[in-house]
């Protein structure tokens, strides 16, 4: 059942909706009155996330499909348009994290395969979205990370195609507002989904417990956490922001060593959150042809 009115007939459309931080901004959204179109690879859950959400009476559909094709994202747009009339947000989530290498380790597929998931997806969809959000002055919110803003050794392409995001970002808030349109970012640290665990992600178990270690919280952020702050940019309340970055990271990117051991007791407890999250660990890390 819709518990809010945050998001009260608006239109989302979130790529990499199907998983991870995906499916809590699907579902925090349409929990917050949104009707989402959750978007994403044919492989991944996107049909479950989409009758999980139905299933409390909100609404939400379906769109599978590469993103990072053009034809595809004006399909996508197109169907947010005739199903729901309008299109008032766009969510660039969407992105992959194949890889965990030394420079000179690091393959050419895994990095290629990153430019056309990380960056090109974010740029179709803002292209194709533009147009209809020009029409209900609506707004952008993209996914940046940590690794964007003080890059991550054995990470730095990832951190690399972040980096563009960030830029990209803040040049289309400057852009977009003469047509009434926000652009912000969300920068995630390290996160509770696939990515960071070793049984599931390229991260070998010394890098997770470093990685726990320099957060000064020390512990992973939730999916929902994540969420919270792309619905308050998402939203009206967020009316005189644009071009911003809202870091999401425990404090990781100001962090000194490793200061998460002295973290309080009351900061290392994730919060139980509000949202049934069922796909947090079925975000893929492989790459995929």
Not at 34 to 58: L, R
Not at 155 to 178: D, I, R, S
Not at 231 to 237: Q, V, Y
């Amino acid at each position: 059942m819709i518990t809010g009115n945050r998001l009260k007939d608006k239109v989302a459309i979130v790529t990499g909706g199907g998983s991870g931080i995906g499916e809590a901004i699907c579902k925090k959204f349409a929990q917050e009155g949104a009707s989402v179109v959750v978007a994403g690879f044919p492989e991944d859950p996107v049909e479950k996330v989409v009758k999980e959400i139905q299933k409390e009476g909100e609404v939400a559909l379906g769109y599978t499909g590469d993103l990072s094709v053009m034809g595809e994202a004006e399909s996508c747009v197109k169907l947010a348009v005739r199903e729901f009339g309008k299109l008032d947000i766009l969510i660039n989530n969407a992105g992959v994290f194949p890889e965990v290498n030394m420079l000179q380790d690091y393959s050419e597929e895994a990095f290629d395969y990153m430019v056309k998931n990380n960056l090109r997806s974010a740029f179709v969809m803002s292209k194709a979205a533009l147009p209809e959000l020009h029409k209900t002055k609506g707004n952008i919110v993209s996914a940046g990370s940590e690794a964007g803003k003080i890059g991550i050794a054995q990470n730095a392409p990832y951190g690399g195609t972040k980096g563009f995001m960030h830029a990209f970002m803040k040049g289309l808030a400057v852009e977009q507002a003469q047509f009434g349109v926000r652009c912000n970012l969300v920068g995630p640290g390290p996160i509770d989904t696939a990515w960071t665990h070793a049984s599931t992600g390229p991260m070998d178990s010394k890098m997770v417990k470093t990685m726990k270690e320099a957060t000064p919280m020390g512990r992973r952020g939730t999916p929902e956490e994540v969420a919270n702050v792309y619905l308050f940019l998402a939203s009206d309340e967020a009316s005189y922001v644009t071009g911003a970055l809202y870091m999401v990271d425990g404090g990781i990117t100001v962090a000194k060593g490793g200061v998460g051991s002295q973290a309080d007791s009351s900061m290392k407890d994730q919060p139980d959150g509000e949202l049934e999250l069922k796909h947090s660990k079925d975000g893929h890390t492989e790459i995929r042809n």
